[in-house]
């Protein structure tokens, strides 16, 4: 697992580093810079609306007396979200705005959970729930 990080945060790197040259070396350093910070600041404002609205919808299904399950959610993946967008770079834009999308982000997150139900259902994961 942790070879396969490396893996992709190096190559990754790598990638971003191949697109921002390449992208300055048809446009220009300048519209490249000035993209990177549009990204992060539009990035940066959905995200903060969104995170707003988690939280709204945490306090709603609390005083409702549900579990703020879907709003837990959201606020996970926009944490995700967020390096993704503030890192320059196009690569890592496109991952933030793509976690930005809330259809996708459920997507993800139901794939994740099948695949978590699945490896405890195979015995290759162990959950302990410890109750105060």
């Known amino acids: 697992m942790a070879a396969a990080f490396l893996f992709v945060f190096v190559t990754g790197g790598l990638a971003e580093l191949y697109v921002l040259i390449a992208a300055g ?43 703020p399950v879907a709003a837990a959610v959201d606020g996970v993946f926009l944490l995700i979200a967020a390096p993704f967008l503030l890192t320059p770079g196009f690569l890592t834009d496109i991952a933030g705005f793509l976690l930005l999308i809330p259809p996708l982000r459920r997507a993800i997150a139901r794939a994740a959970l099948k695949r978590l139900r699945r490896s405890i259902d195979e015995g290759r994961t162990t959950v302990i729930v410890r109750r105060p």
């Open 25 to 67: 070396g048809a446009f220009g350093a300048g519209p490249v810079v000035l993209a990177c910070l549009a990204t992060a600041l539009i990035g940066g404002a959905i995200l903060r609306f969104q995170g707003f609205a988690a939280v709204r919808q945490a306090q709603a299904d609390v005083e409702a007396g549900n579990p």
